[in-house]
């Protein structure tokens, strides 16, 4: 793909973006790029592209423990580790890397932030780099297969594939009609889709895919316990039962969250039945908040209305933004925005309030309200989460802060920077929803702060959530949220019988 194909196209991230990522990678790491790089990073539909002598973005730090090289990795990933700026894995990275590489099926399942894409697409790009050339077809037919719950971690999972396999011969795809559609080529091909966009409906529909999976020996489940349950069950297991009757086929499923249960429709025994030799590697803190996230409860006085309470959390939460706009003392990347997520239950509300965040901050131009949903066109999607990483592009100047009004559609993998502070302005309706929702903050040993506001029906679960939110101070008790998962039906109801109280216990008013 020719090198000067930067901003060709309606969508491409501009120009002073790129320079605005430079500057703080350059700022943060004491490093420096070349200038050509600026004329060779192309962003275009869920694609990252990168010629053979750039230099990789990098965001990541990491614990000093072991090194890369005692993985056995090829050097070309080692190198560009390093270029990430990741010069010693973590404890997740350092145990399940070396578990992955051995070739059994692996069910990794560790605290988001952990660095778990960075496990499985080490795995994968290593085991397709040691491949013969006599492994390799002159079809277009993809050696390495991850499947993700959302078109938003495509794009992520992509970056960071590029990121690692950075100056080899993987090339990305990204569709079924992509690979059905592409010149053949001897390149080591690697697709990441969601099981919606590959399980097609009819019978010949998955003759062609299994067709086209045919040279697949590498696949990557991220989110297993979104992907394994609901509405992706069906799509999910039915490609994973295609599949894993191929032989030599090796697959590793992550997540942040796995409801322990053992009951016969459990997560947990579909994977034991499924999948009998498989590895399961637990992280020590798996299920729990880490210790840098401040969690923060607010109770929603009882005799507001609903609109009242509207109005309520609404100016709550503008107080909480002047201070987290004024104070800088956590702001990763200078040269970018801030960023403050709010979660709420459904989209009507996300356009209620970013409609009257907007009113509200009208007269602060340097102030951006965003509305992010299913209904927001899926490229429009992509062109926000593009900005928030690489620079704010469609104002004169860009933002001091921008304020992301949002649904579930962001509680899982999304990885933004500057984005040390998360709102829940609805409380979500089970601890699982709330473990990936404070998630996107304090990620890979950051700091930062949730803050929930709680209504009279959220009381219960409000309480247990904040009991053992209260336990990361007291480190001879187990802090972990894993106790109270419920996989079908949402905590608040789970926990009725359980619990006598019906107040708000020690909350803040």
Partial sequence: MPSQMFLQERHMIHLRGTFTLLRCVSSAFKVSFPTSYLRRITFSTSKLLLSEDDTIPCSYTSQEVDGWESLGLEPSLRKNI???????????????????????HVVLTAETGSGKTLVYATWMVQ?????PPSALSSQCHP???????SKELIWQVALEIKRLSYGTSIALLFDRSEVLGANPDSKRYILISTPVALAQNTQSEMMELMGMLERTCLVAIDEMDLLLSGSFANKTQLI???????PNCQFVFCGASLDPSTSKKAIRTYLNRKFPSAKFLDSESVHCTVPTLDEKFVSVPESLSEEEAVTWKLNEIYQHLELYSASESRKACPDLPRVAL?????ISSVVKYNNLAKEHF?????IKCIEFHKKIPRQAREDILKSLKLGWVDCADSPRLIILFTTDLLARGIDIPNLDLVLQASFPQNVTVYLHRVGRTARAGRSGQS???VMPQDYRLANEVKAIAAQKDTPSEPASLGTLFSRRRSLNRKLKAKMGHHHLDNFPQ
């Fill in 127 to 131: 085991k397709i780099l040691e491949m």
């Fill in 362 to 366: 009208s007269h602060e131009p340097e």
């Fill in 451 to 453: 803050i929930s506001y």
């Fill in 143 to 149: 050696l390495g297969l991850i499947i993700v719950p």
């Fill in 240 to 246: 994973l039962a295609r599949l894993s009757s191929k």
């Fill in 342 to 346: 709010v979660f709420l239950n459904d």
């Fill in 82 to 104: 390093k270029m990430m700026k990741i010069s010693t894995p973590n404890s997740v990275q350092r145990k399940g890397v070396p578990l992955c590489m051995g070739g059994t």
